[in-house]
């Protein structure tokens, strides 16, 4: 059976690929950590094209903006925490590179030999018309669960963040009866204020 | 009156062991119960010879004859007789002989004790009971025997008198199992009906055991050793006892060995053979006592030879006129022993004048030992030698009744000579008159118990031991072996008297030591096997343990060693693998000298170590080892379907 | 070209990017940038589920909402991968994953 | 689209799920309004919630098992017996915990983290579907993350750190391998997948299988992917290292077991052999490892490793046998209240890091070295106890799916383990006596405190490790009336 | 029910004595003495109202005090209990022995409420193993007896104690795995699919695979054989014994040691009767190989407590050789084979009142010198006659002397087993020869010579004990004092404890009647479950 997908969509499947991957690459051979943030979105970006291509409007429409969205809040970290954010001090950070490219190249090989040796079995699939309600369907539907426990998922990472990421909670604001009269602030602003 | 065939046994092994409880407690009544009691014997022996009863206890089950059964028939009512009645006389003998401060209750206890074992022994019907008569008989006998335990040697010739009889005991069990393969029972008389192979077992087993019990060939140096014990021990245990129980036996079963075709010869070379051998031991002694012991295998040996040709009424006569005699001789050897303060043949020169009583008891005891007629042994053993059909088995025997004559002499030669003059030996010099009256009743017997033989009683023994038709001795043979015994005994008389060099070179002989039959039986091997398989159990299956362990750490060696291949590099890992597995085999013999658990945790210490090494600490190393990790599962996955 | 082609150039790209991502993961010393090793595997579990979707089964939406759950899996982890690096920052003052080997054996 | 009502209806089935939740919300709020020292209503509320969701969970155990919102939530007796035993596991550890936690000014969030923390963890065992098993392995990894460096000391910064880039990494390849396995049907129902599995592509197959099981075995603390236990246990305190190696493991032994029991059973591969090799060098790794440890802790860790591997027999034969499902909820349950047990043990002395210094610390209190005992020969497998029950089960099991020289491989492992466990007891029960105090102490004289009996964490963590004893033995002897409740379906 | 409390009643004291740390040590014996006595009176009652039977012989049927309750009903294991003529003397020996130990212990040990607890402990893991009818019921309690032995020889041991007890634990506790293994093969192949012996028994499992039931029989022997202990793994023995306090040796070798042997006639043999035929001969091999290699090394051994620890190996030899010939069905008739049985199983009851009076007499040297090596001693029969005499006693009983239950034991296995393997026993029956020359040889050491013991002047002795290496005697005879002042007679309580024993022992050796008619019925039930 032929592919449903035009020539043009194709090829830009086919270019978006490589840049996809080239991306990746370069996420780790660049010096500066805020390049490598840019170099990893690029790569999400093209596999949002790809997504795109496959008919999957809603899908990469999202991932674009959430990785653009999390690759900015990474520039930032990487501005505040990370030893050489701009490159500035060229340094290795990198350890045990040669098995780490074996194992890199070796998966690859891998699932690449997989890949292209397995017979797949594309006989013709029935498309729905709409791919994204199709999903909302799903969600809302057969695979609700999953959505709610990713919910709740949701929620222990908000919990789990701040308990791990800020070292003052509501008693340094409060007062340990939770009976100060104005919050404890290092920053003015905020509620009860 | 099978109540009195159980009280013949229980009477003497309950107050035995009573007195054994009391302990020293019971040494002032002691002396007198033994008599009272051996005396109780005599009566009850008679009335259960005369009425032949059964008695039986339920002991074992599952199969017939397990249960403890005495019945008395002839043969036993005889020994029944003849064993009560020399253990009162014994008894007697020793209540004068022990010191005064002995432990009595002690001794009269494992005598009386002694004395059931062997009046259940000669009674016993069936396999469980002779064995627990027979073995506590041993038993006892290594308690009297090494009475006196205080003294150097003296246990250790208890334990070896033991284990001796006991090594021979063996062959009781065996003969039990035979029979309870061949016939499916364990009663005694049953066993005669056994055919086959397990009659074989069976008869060997019973041969050894009597043997070993007999001191026959080749377990007769028990019999020296056991001289340690006190006197009435050995007047007891030589004469009409202990030694005595294997010829009993041997007579007792009889047609089992006969049923057999190689048994009964066997027996009757063996009884020949000591007869022989342990005569000349005897000739050799210059110990009166190891001398009278030698001689005792030696009379005893006719026995066997007895029972083995089948002269079931021969044997039976020797056994009750050794019995006297040799009891009366120990008797006179234990009175000289007391008065004289020695048992060395020279130092009792003239011992026989001195102690006129005493010493004409003795003369005669050792004539009738001599076989000089008209005395008892010399018409035993003509009626067992009639029996014999072979011509070398019977020139044996002549021989042997010659050299019986030799050692004898030799006694005789030296009690009667004239005293020498009282040498400095410690001594009570005093023989008291009861020793003396026991010694002459056993003379009496030792003189006239030759009647046994006559035609005309023999007859009546025959019938009341159920036999029929054994060959009397002939007029030329008994006057062949009397002017034999008589011819032997004047010439050692007299050339002990004229050469006493001679006496001196035997008793430089080999025979003098028992012909080494004591290293035949030593427990040396027994030992060094002992320390070669405990050395063994220490070292070699111990040590399995380690080595086990120790190649568990190799092992784990390797395979941490492998662990680290996968992240350096197989090939020197494999290498270093190899030659740690050549290091560490000669380490393996290090390892073995140490403890097991040690090994063991040694081992564990270093695979857990190996174990451990993975967990560097370091992310990314986790990182690359789960991957490869899961690649080799993956691999795993994929090639194992 | 077949369907079936295109599939395997897609998938051999999600191949690619996971292979890429493992030595991302494995070779990079601060935190942050192993994260961004993880996220390349996870891109590359996006294309592949989208390409499950649109070539083997378009009819189902299990790979569509694989998708949904490999972005918010990213994100969670993102967070997560923040918070610890503040926490571990805070208390160290180190981002350097080799010089947290206290704990070992 | 019937998903909406079917799941509706049945959402009472989720009941004792939804009671956790609502714990973990409600704990939340009440957490925001209560004063830093009054945070024990939050643990009493915490603790209510637990209870109800176990009386809810122990309501609906005999009932015949179904499978609700279409087919991804599976109620059924592996199920009910996660539920129970770990919302009594959160129950138990939240009080494990109290004497550390007690006035801290994240109270509050510890057992929040720590419902959700069991909420994921039975949401693993439940899920039928690859993809909530991804969710419920989100929501089983992320509270724990926080929960592991929750004293934001050096150590539990470190151990946070490497279990959480271990939990990332490996979440990562699980997902690879649910693309796989995606890739090769096109579905995520366990039911769907066990239906076009078995036509699937081996090599696919073996990726996606894989993945998958790396998984569950991270959160089981299996081999290859356990590097993080022992690290983690020993930077974490031992209450928190305690919930760490025993709820997780808990649902992911059980999702485990799920996936072999359903979608691999028919799989063209060897999967059963594959949990097989994971169960044996899991076992052997663990208690080789353990063997030379002198901290406490990463000596329980390295146990825990091993006790992965016997747990991992049942799952190896969970298609082939009939006795495997009982042998599973034995030794989970067994294990659950054993391993408690013995952290409890290391909670209640938490000066005490090494073997020695715990030995000294107790020495003094028989009581706590009698329950001790009890508990570590429990993880042995010493009868009565009932991870005895749960060996004897799972050896069992695992004979009659064919896997016999695993069992073997079992019983070698489980004399190699007695080393340390005996290890860690000897000392304390004949070592430290010291002659004179003895004396004193077999008098019926006062005891005297002396230094070292001070340092003794008495109450909650004493009182928890004499519970887990008695019920270790409870559940051991009285095996036969909770089976048969469990297993009444 | 009876017997239940019988199980129970010592860890219940057990318990009791644990939770209150408060009453002195005299009273926490005196108490351990008063549940050993009245669970030892119990077993008294039981065996008076116990009635083998006509047909019913126990084993498959007319088990009495029967209970049965349902403990894991998946696996169809249950708490099973039951009395027949094969556990009946067995639960009594436990009782007697436990109590003697108990009397023993009067003289208050280190920690008595914890060493009374532990004895209590391993006396319902003892009473528990002989009454089980139920495999995984049998297993429990067995391993429970090795870890309560485990904490008596590491906690009140001496000399290298912890590791002897670590030796001791790795072994028997391999071995007990072996016998779960074993176990669990039993179930699988059983067609019920489950672990009740009498089940099993009745309907005995894998009797069409050879291959299997030979296994699953490997197994077990090695797990009973390591237990029992059979040559080669009997090396954990010595050094367990040497290091143990002389109760803990007591109850080790007459109760512990009898687990592994009652193992073979409960399980091995009715369970598998095809298997135990076709490898009997291995059994009477091991047997006769235990029987002369633990004699000979016995013989060998400087140290009293090694010696008699040896002879263990020695008599236990004597009953697999009677189980053995009990398997061997093509050479031997019934008659014969139930012979050998009833010989086995008297031997374990005899062994045990032997060698624990052994043991306990050689603690009392320990006590008095703090050495067990022979050239340490000598010529104790002056100053301590009744020790003397009782040792004497002891040792003659040993050595299977006629009047002492050890006769009707050996000649009994002897007798049978001749017609099922002739040259095995005739080779077996030297192994008495031995024990008779090592007895009386150690009574000669010890008793008789010049009055020798330990030096007080040698404190390092005192704190490490003998051990093997240090009783070369080299150092020894150069401090050795002349005077036997030291060596005080058995006290009151030592006696009490042993010579009950050794009058049990005589009793046992001239009325057997009165445990053979409890044990006949079931050995002939055995044998012919075993002929199959």
């Known amino acids: ?193 | 009156m099978s109540a009195v065939l159980g009280a013949l046994v229980l009477l003497p092994a309950l107050s035995g062991a009573a007195l054994l409880v009391a302990g020293r407690g019971a040494d002032r009544v002691a002396g007198p119960l033994a008599v009272a009691v051996a005396a109780a014997g005599v009566v009850v022996a008679a009335l259960v010879a005369g009425t032949r009863p059964l008695l039986s206890v339920p002991f074992l089950g599952i199969v017939e004859g397990g249960d403890l059964r005495l019945v008395v028939d002839g043969l036993s009512a005889v020994l029944v007789v003849l064993v009560a009645g020399i253990a009162l006389l014994v008894t007697v003998f020793a209540v004068v002989d022990l010191p005064a401060d002995a432990a009595r209750g002690r001794f009269f206890g494992y005598l009386l004790l002694f004395v059931a074992a062997m009046l259940a022994t000669v009674t016993a019907a069936t396999l469980p009971t002779l064995l627990l008569a027979w073995e506590v008989m041993g038993a006892t006998s290594y308690a009297l025997i090494g009475y006196h335990w205080d003294e150097p040697g003296k246990p250790a010739a208890g334990t070896r008198a033991f284990v001796t009889t006991r090594a021979g005991d063996l062959g009781l069990y065996v003969a039990a199992g035979a029979a309870l393969a061949a016939t499916g029972s364990l009663v005694l008389t049953d066993l005669e009906s056994a055919d086959g192979g397990w009659a074989d077992v069976a008869a060997a087993g019973v041969l050894v055991a009597a043997l070993g019990k007999s001191a026959q060939l080749p377990f007769s140096a028990w019999l020296s050793a056991a001289m340690q014990g006190p006197s009435p021990v050995s007047a007891l245990l030589h004469s009409a006892t202990m030694v005595a129980a294997g010829g009993y036996l041997l007579i007792r079963m009889q047609p089992l060995l006969a049923s057999t075709g190689w048994a009964a010869t066997a027996a009757a070379w063996a009884g020949a053979l000591t007869a022989m051998v342990l005569g000349a031991v005897a000739v050799a002694q210059t110990d009166l006592k190891q001398l009278l012991a030698a001689s005792t295998a030696a009379q005893i040996g006719f026995v066997v030879l007895a029972a083995g040709v089948g002269a079931t009424a021969g044997g039976t006569a020797q056994l009750v006129a050794h019995a006297a005699v040799k009891a009366g001789l120990f008797v006179a050897a234990g009175a000289w022993l007391t008065a004289l303060g020695t048992k060395n043949l020279t130092d009792l020169r003239g011992a026989a004048r001195r102690y006129r009583g005493i010493g004409a008891a003795a003369t005669v005891a050792a004539l009738a030992l001599a076989g000089v007629p008209p005395l008892s042994l010399w018409a035993t053993k003509d009626k067992v030698l009639a029996g014999v059909d072979g011509t070398a088995l019977h020139v044996v025997g002549l021989a042997a009744a010659a050299v019986s004559a030799v050692y004898a002499g030799r006694i005789l030669a030296v009690v009667l000579a004239r005293p020498a003059g009282d040498e400095e030996e410690p001594g009570t010099r005093r023989v008291p008159a009861l020793t003396t009256v026991v010694a002459g009743v056993l003379a009496v017997f030792a003189a006239g118990l030759g009647v046994l033989a006559l035609p005309a009683v023999a007859e009546r023994l025959e019938a009341v031991l159920d036999v029929e038709g054994e060959p009397s001795p002939g007029l030329g043979e008994l006057l062949l072996s009397g002017a034999l015994a008589l011819v032997a005994l004047g010439l050692t008389v007299a050339v002990v008297r004229a050469r006493p060099a001679v006496m001196e070179q035997l008793s430089r002989s080999p025979l003098a030591s028992w012909a080494g039959l004591g290293r035949l039986l030593s427990p040396r091997p027994a030992m060094a096997l002992a320390r070669a398989l405990a050395t063994v159990d220490d070292r070699v299956i111990d040590r399995a343990v380690v080595g086990v362990a120790v190649g568990a750490r190799r092992l784990a060696g390797m395979a941490s060693r492998a662990d680290d291949g996968v992240l350096d590099g197989a090939v020197s890992g494999v290498a270093a693998a190899t030659r740690r597995t050549a290091a560490g085999s000669a380490r393996i013999d290090t390892g073995v000298v140490d403890g097991a658990v040690r090994g063991m945790a040694r081992a564990f210490r270093h695979a857990g170590g190996a174990a451990r090494r993975p967990q560097t600490g370091l992310l990314h190393q986790y990182y690359a080892q789960a991957v490869v990790g899961l690649g080799l599962l993956l691999v795993l996955l994929l090639v194992v379907r | 070209m077949t369907a079936e082609l295109v599939l395997q150039i897609v998938l051999t790209v999600a191949a690619g990017l996971i292979g890429v991502g493992l030595f991302g993961a494995l070779s990079q010393q601060t935190i942050v940038m192993v994260m961004m090793g993880l996220e390349l595997v996870l891109n590359g579990v996006l294309l592949a589920g989208g390409a499950a979707w649109y070539f083997l089964a378009p009819e189902l939406p299990d790979a569509q909402v694989l998708v949904v759950v490999a972005l918010v899996v990213m994100a969670v982890e993102m967070a997560m991968g923040f918070a610890v690096t503040v926490a571990f920052y805070r208390a160290r003052q180190l981002d350097m994953i080799d010089m947290a080997s206290d704990l070992r054996g | 689209m019937t998903g909406m009502s079917g799941g509706g209806e049945r959402v009472l089935a989720l009941l004792p799920e939804l009671l956790l939740l609502l714990g973990a919300v409600g704990g939340l709020l009440l957490g925001l309004w209560t004063p830093q020292h009054r945070q024990w209503r939050v643990r009493l509320l915490v603790t209510a919630a637990c209870l109800a969701s176990v009386i809810a969970a122990a309501v609906a155990l005999p009932e015949p098992a179904e499978r609700v919102f279409e087919a991804t939530w599976v109620v059924d007796t592996t199920t009910g017996v996660v539920r129970i035993v770990v919302a009594l596991g959160v129950a138990v550890l939240v009080w494990l915990a109290s004497p550390s936690l007690a006035g801290h000014p994240r109270e509050t969030e510890a057992y929040v983290l720590m419902l959700l923390g069991g909420l994921g963890s039975i949401a693993l065992a439940a899920s039928g579907d690859l993809l909530l098993l991804v969710a419920g392995y989100l929501l089983a990894s992320v509270p724990l993350y926080a929960l592991a460096g929750f004293a934001k000391d050096s150590a539990g910064v470190e151990a946070t750190m490497k279990y959480y880039l271990m939990g990332a990494f490996v979440g990562v390849l699980m997902l690879v391998g649910v693309a796989a396995l995606v890739l090769a049907t096109g579905t995520t129902g366990y039911l769907d997948l066990a239906a076009l599995l078995p036509d699937a592509s081996p090599a696919l197959l073996a990726v996606g299988i894989l993945g998958v099981l790396a998984g569950v075995a991270f959160k089981a603390g299996a081999v290859p992917v356990h590097f993080w236990v022992p690290d983690v246990t020993a930077g974490t305190t031992p209450p928190m290292a305690a919930y760490l190696t025993t709820i997780p493991k808990i649902g992911a032994v059980a999702a485990a077991f799920r996936l072999l029991a359903e979608p691999f059973a028919d799989v063209p591969l060897d999967v059963p052999l594959l949990v097989a090799v994971i169960a044996a060098v899991s076992m052997t790794l663990g208690n080789l490892a353990a063997f030379n440890q002198t901290e406490v802790l990463r000596l329980l860790a390295y146990s825990t490793v091993s006790q992965v591997g016997y747990l991992f027999m049942a799952v190896a034969v969970a298609a082939r046998t009939d006795l495997a499902v009982p042998a599973l909820a034995i030794y989970l349950a067994g294990y659950a209240v054993t391993n408690i047990g013995a952290f409890a043990a290391v909670a209640a002395t938490p000066a005490a890091r090494t073997i020695t210094d715990w030995a000294t610390a107790v020495g003094r209190h028989r009581w706590i070295v009698v329950s001790l005992v009890v508990c570590l020969l429990g993880l042995v497998g010493t009868p009565p106890t009932a991870v005895f029950v749960g060996k004897l089960a799972v050896f069992t099991a695992a004979w009659d799916g064919a896997l016999a020289w695993l069992v073997v491989v079992a019983a070698v492992n489980t004399v190699a383990s007695l080393f340390y466990y005996l290890r860690w007891v000897a000392p304390a029960f004949a070592g430290v006596p010291a002659a004179p105090s003895m004396r004193e102490w077999a008098g019926s004289g006062p005891r005297t405190a002396a230094g070292t009996a001070q340092r003794t964490r008495r109450g909650v963590p004493t009182g928890l490790l004499h519970g887990a004893a008695v019920m270790s033995l409870l559940l051991g002897l009285g095996a036969g009336w909770w089976l048969a409740f469990a297993l009444s379906t | 029910m009876l017997l239940t409390v019988v199980i129970f009643l010592p860890l219940l004291a057990a318990a009791v004595l644990l939770a209150a740390p408060r009453i002195p040590g005299r009273v926490a014996i005196g108490v351990w003495v008063a549940a050993s006595a009245v669970d030892l009176a119990l077993v008294g009652w039981m065996w008076l109202r116990f009635e083998p039977g006509q047909g019913a012989s126990g084993v498959v049927d007319g088990l009495a005090y029967e209970a049965h309750l349902q403990w894991i009903p998946t696996v169809n294991a249950g708490y099973h209990v039951g009395v027949d003529g094969l556990s009946l003397p067995l639960l009594a020996l436990t009782g007697v022995l436990f109590l003697a130990c108990a009397v023993y212990s009067l003289r208050e040990p280190d920690r008595p409420h914890t060493y009374a607890a532990l004895f209590l402990f391993l006396q319902t893991a003892c009473m528990g193993t002989f009454a089980s009818l139920d495999l995984i019921l049998f297993f429990v309690f067995f391993d429970l007896s090795i870890v309560g032995m485990y904490f008596v020889i590491a906690g009140w041991g001496h000399g290298n104690a912890r590791r002897s007890a670590l030796k001791f634990f790795l072994y028997t506790f391999i071995g007990s795995l072996a016998l779960l293994v074993g176990f669990i093969g039993l179930f699988l192949g059983s067609e019920e699919r489950t672990f009740d012996m009498v089940a099993l028994a009745a309907n005995p499992p894998l009797a069409d695979s050879p291959v299997a039931g030979g296994l699953v029989l490997l197994a077990i022997f090695l797990g009973l054989a390591v237990k029992t202990p059979l040559f080669p793994f009997h090396t954990w023995l010595p050094d367990a014994h040497t290091d143990a306090p002389a109760a803990g040796s007591a109850i080790l070798a007459g109760i512990l040691l009898k687990l592994g042997t009652y193992g073979f006639v409960r399980i091995a043999m009715p369970i598998l009767p095809e298997a135990w035929q076709r490898w009997a001969m291995v059994a009477v091999v091991v047997g006769v190989i235990s029987v002369l290699w633990g004699a000979f090394v016995a013989l060998a051994q400087t140290d009293v407590k090694r010696m008699i620890a040896y002879t263990s190996v020695n008599h236990m030899g004597y009953v697999l050789l009677g189980l053995g010939a009990a398997g061997l069905v093509a050479s031997a008739d019934e008659g014969a084979r139930t012979v050998a049985t009833v010989g086995a199983m008297y031997q374990m009851v005899s062994h045990g009142l032997l060698t624990g009076a052994l043991f306990l007499l050689s603690g009392v040297l320990w006590s008095r010198g703090h050495s067990y090596a022979f050239d340490r001693w000598g010529g104790l029969a002056r100053p301590a006659p009744v020790f003397a005499a009782c040792f004497a006693v002891a040792a003659f009983g040993s050595l299977g002397l006629p009047g002492f239950s050890g006769f009707i034991a050996e000649f009994q296995v002897f007798t049978g087993a001749l017609q099922a393997a002739p040259l095995a026993t005739v080779v077996a029956v030297v192994g008495i020869l031995v024990t008779a020359g090592l007895f009386l040889l150690a009574l000669q050491r010890l008793f008789t010579g010049d009055p020798v013991v330990p030096s007080e002047a040698d404190p390092d002795e005192l704190a490490e004990g003998p051990g093997p290496e240090r009783a070369d005697g080299t150092t020894a005879t150069a401090v050795r004092p002349r005077t036997a002042t030291r060596m005080q007679d058995l006290r009151s309580r030592e006696a009490a404890a042993v010579v009950p024993l050794l009058v049990l022992a005589v009793i046992l050796g001239l009325v057997p009647r009165v445990l053979l008619d409890v044990l006949e019925p079931a050995a002939m039930a055995v044998v012919e479950l075993v002929g199959r």
Do not use: C
Request: hydrophobic share 60%; aromatic share 6%.
């Open chain 1, 1 to 193: 059976m032929l592919s449903d997908l035009s020539g043009w969509a194709i090829t830009a499947v086919a270019i978006l690929g490589v840049l996809s991957v080239a991306a990746g690459v370069a996420v780790f051979v660049v010096d500066s950590m805020a390049r490598a943030t840019f170099a990893l979105l690029a790569s999400f970006l093209a596999v949002a094209g790809i997504l795109l291509a496959l008919d999957l409007v809603y899908l990469a429409v999202v991932t674009a903006l959430m990785m653009t969205i999390e690759m900015a809040i990474m520039a930032v970290f990487m501005i505040m925490f990370m030893m050489n954010p701009a490159g500035l001090m060229p340094m290795t950070m990198v350890h045990n590179a040669k098995g780490s490219a074996a194992v890199g190249a070796g998966v690859f090989v891998l699932l690449a030999v997989g890949i292209w040796t397995i017979d797949w079995p594309t006989m013709n699939p029935v498309r729905p018309d709409d791919s994204t309600r199709q999903l909302g369907e799903a969600i809302m539907g057969s695979h609700m669960l999953v959505m709610l426990v990713i919910g709740i998922g949701l929620f222990a990472t908000i919990l789990a963040g701040t308990v791990l990421a800020t070292a003052r909670g509501r008693y340094d604001r409060l007062g340990p009866g939770l009976d100060a009269e104005h919050p404890d602030d290092p920053v003015p602003g905020g509620l009860r204020r």
